[in-house]
């Protein structure tokens, strides 16, 4: 039995990201592209419908800081979900948060130009959460104590 073109592959978000993806910006609709006649006539931009789904399109734009290469570090992430995905507002900087995606699916897919095509991936998912072990600032309390710990051990 063949592979239908198209075919998503459902990938464990740490197995495809083991040191996370950051959101830059946020969730947008994913529109349909319109030509300069359409806007001039004051068409209205239609949301994507996924082919499968039947659901609407999202997309955001993550960086991946496990990969090596610049270029391929920073891609946008498709979402499939009828009421737009919404992050926690954990910024790490301004327009930054840790994310981890849910329902991840991948799709081989040619990517670059000319002679620097290579296979790359389009990934998918159905909603977004806060990474699991995020790390959080500690609170006033338990860093006076993980201070004086330290205290001890040194005059120890």
Do not use: C
Not at 38 to 44: I, M, T, W
Not at 102 to 127: D, H, I
Request: hydrophobic share 35%; no cysteine.
């Amino acid at each position: 039995m063949a592979l239908m073109k198209g075919h998503r592959f459902p990938v464990e978000f740490g197995e495809a990201f083991p040191r996370g993806l950051v959101m830059v910006g946020e969730i947008e609709p994913d529109l349909e592209y319109q030509s300069q006649e359409d806007r001039a006539r004051g068409k209205e931009q239609r949301q994507r419908v996924d082919d499968i789904t039947k659901q609407r399109q999202w997309k955001a734009t993550v960086t991946d800081p496990d990969e090596a290469k610049a270029k391929r570090a920073s891609f946008e992430v498709i979402f499939t979900a009828e009421v737009q995905p919404a992050p926690l507002p954990d910024e790490v900087l301004p327009g930054m948060r840790p994310i981890e995606l849910v329902g991840v699916t991948a799709s081989p897919k040619v990517m670059g130009q000319g002679e620097f095509k290579f296979l790359g991936y389009e990934y998918r998912a159905t909603g977004v959460k806060a990474p699991n072990g995020a790390p959080r600032p500690p609170a006033a309390g338990a860093r006076g104590q993980s201070e004086a710990k330290q205290g001890e051990s040194k005059a120890g």
